[in-house]
């Protein structure tokens, strides 16, 4: 059975950083296509960062330059790295396999990121 | 502003049928069979229910169907039931250096 467990989320303020983790069983997180995607508050879903099983890592316009993805094979962790945060990255922030380059089929419970002061 | 266009909301009773559509451009939907659908429940992560325009992942109803035309995808979901109440939402693979365009969703409120 395939589990993602997002840590890490919390209350911060703007300017500030935390990093999220993601810890993965069921799968090898360096053979697959691993995301982070986010959801404001009564908002839709918004992808935010890929890492691809060669290591080749993308952003959305939205973080390019203050987050970066990265995983640790031996404890088959993905993890987001997030600078500067601001008001408007209040999320819940889902980690995700992205099969295929084509869909999400699996995904953690989510982490809630607050950034206020 | 999402990339995919769908309704805000839409609405049927039990027994009946419902589609969303979701409307982009060449760039995605138009160009690629790469579109996906969620659901989402309140306070619950999105599940996957169809993946590659039509297809359906393991232990998915089969009352949940996709199509596509041209730049629109659909989902349609046939003998409503009460627990089909939830957020939907749309993706596609997209061409610009997006990479993953998303759907603003649509909330299903089963009547």
């Known amino acids: 059975e395939v589990q993602l467990e997002e840590s890490g989320g919390g209350l911060v303020q703007p300017g500030g950083s935390l990093r999220l983790s993601c810890t993965v069983s069921?799968?090898?997180?360096?053979?697959?296509?691993m995301s982070w995607v986010r959801q404001a508050p009564g908002k839709g879903l918004e992808w935010i960062s890929f890492?691809?099983?060669?290591?080749?890592?993308y952003y959305a316009d939205s973080v390019k330059g203050r987050f970066a993805i990265s995983r640790v094979n031996s404890r088959n962790e993905v993890y987001l790295q997030m600078n500067s945060l601001r008001a408007e990255d209040t999320a819940v922030y889902y980690c995700?396999?992205?099969?295929?380059?084509?869909?999400?089929?699996?995904w953690g419970r989510g982490t809630l990121v607050t950034v206020s002061s | 502003q999402s990339a995919l266009t769908q309704p805000a909301s839409v609405s049927g009773s039990p027994g009946q049928s419902i589609t969303i559509s979701c409307t982009g451009t060449?760039?995605?939907?138009?160009?690629?069979?790469?579109v996906s659908w969620y659901q989402q429940h309140p306070g619950k992560a999105p599940k996957l229910i169809i993946y590659?325009?039509?297809n359906w992942p393991s232990g998915v109803s089969t009352r949940f169907s996709g199509s596509k035309s041209g730049n629109t995808a659909s989902l349609t979901i046939s003998g409503l039931q009460a627990e089909d109440e939830a957020d939907y939402y749309c993706?596609?693979?997209?061409?610009?250096?997006?990479?993953?365009?998303f759907g603003g969703g649509t909330k299903l409120t089963v009547l």
């Open positions: 890492i691809y099983n060669t290591g080749d890592t």
């Open positions: 995700a396999r992205y099969d295929a380059l084509t869909h999400f089929d699996y």
């Open positions: 069921g799968l090898i997180v360096s053979n697959n296509y």
């Open positions: 993706t596609s693979y997209t061409s610009t250096n997006a990479l993953v365009a």
């Open positions: 590659e325009v039509s």
């Open positions: 060449s760039s995605d939907i138009g160009g690629y069979n790469y």
